[in-house]
C-alpha cells in the first residue's frame, strides 16, 4: 500500500540554524500539506501546495518558513532561523485530490535547543 | 475562528462494549469530515471519512454526521482494547487550500 514517507525521524538542532524537513507523497497524489503539533496540542495546518505554488498558509507559516518540490518526488519544508517553539511533530500529508483524505507520514519530530 | 471541538476525555469503556466519540465544528462551509486515530508518538491514521448527512458504516466504526446541527459523531462496535488511543476529528472546507481543522482530540481507554 502507498504511503507517504519523512525523513529524517527525528532532527535536534541549535536554535537559529537552518533544517530542512523531508517527505515524499503517496506518488499519484497532487495536494500536498504540512502540519504540526507540539507536544499535548492540537495538529495544526501550516501550508497547502498544489500545481507547484502554495495554496493556503497558516498564521504559523511566517517568512522563517518555506516550502519546495525540488523534483518529481520529494516535498520539503524549510524552517530558515528555527527558534525553542518550533519545537514540535512535524507530519507531511498528501491527497489525490482537493476535498479528499490526506494521508499522513509518519512525522518528524523536531527538537530546537 | 474556525473551531473543532472535541471532549478530551478521556473515555473509557469495558473491552466489548461501544464507544461513542463526538465532535462539533463552528464553520457552516464545511464539506468533509474525517475521523483519525492517533497512538501516542505517532501520526493521524485515517479511520473513517464522511461528507453527507446521515450514517456510514465500516466494519465496527460507523461515522454519523448532521450539518444543520454541525456535530459528527463516531461509534465504534465491539471495543477491543488495541482501539485504545487518542481519535482526531477533522473538517474541511474545499477550496480553502483544503485545509484540515482539527479538534484537540478524544482519549479512548478500552479496558480488557
Known amino acids: 500500500e502507498p504511503e507517504v514517507t519523512q525523513t529524517p525521524s527525528h532532527q535536534v538542532t541549535q536554535m537559529g540554524q537552518e533544517v530542512i524537513l523531508r517527505c515524499v507523497p503517496i506518488s499519484n497524489h497532487l495536494y500536498f500539506y504540512w502540519y504540526r503539533q507540539i507536544l499535548g496540542q492540537k495538529v495544526e495546518f501550516l501550508v497547502s501546495?498544489?500545481?507547484?505554488?502554495?495554496?493556503?498558509k497558516s498564521e504559523i507559516f511566517d517568512d522563517q518558513f518555506s516550502v519546495e518540490r525540488p523534483d518529481g518526488s520529494n516535498f520539503t519544508l524549510k524552517i530558515r532561523s528555527t527558534k525553542l517553539e518550533d519545537s514540535a511533530m512535524y507530519f507531511c500529508?498528501?491527497?489525490?485530490?482537493?476535498?479528499?483524505?490526506?494521508?499522513f507520514g509518519p512525522g518528524t519530530r523536531l527538537t530546537v535547543l | 475562528q474556525k473551531e473543532v471541538e472535541q471532549n478530551s476525555g478521556p473515555l473509557s469503556v469495558p473491552e466489548g462494549a461501544i464507544a461513542s466519540l463526538n465532535c462539533t465544528y463552528s464553520?457552516?462551509?464545511?464539506?468533509?469530515f474525517f475521523w483519525y486515530r492517533q497512538y501516542s508518538g505517532k501520526s493521524p491514521e485515517l479511520i473513517m471519512f464522511?461528507?453527507?448527512?446521515g450514517d456510514k458504516e465500516d466494519g465496527r466504526f460507523t461515522a454519523q454526521l448532521n450539518k444543520a446541527s454541525q456535530y459528527v459523531s463516531l461509534l465504534i462496535r465491539d471495543s477491543q482494547p488495541s482501539d485504545s488511543a487518542t481519535y482526531l476529528c477533522a473538517v474541511n472546507r474545499v477550496g480553502a487550500g483544503n485545509m484540515l481543522t482539527f479538534g484537540g482530540g478524544t482519549r479512548l481507554m478500552v479496558k480488557p
Open positions: 464522511i461528507y453527507s448527512n
Open positions: 464553520d457552516r462551509g464545511s464539506q468533509s
Open positions: 501546495f498544489y500545481n507547484n505554488e502554495i495554496s493556503e
Open positions: 500529508a498528501s491527497s489525490s485530490g482537493g476535498g479528499d483524505t490526506q494521508y
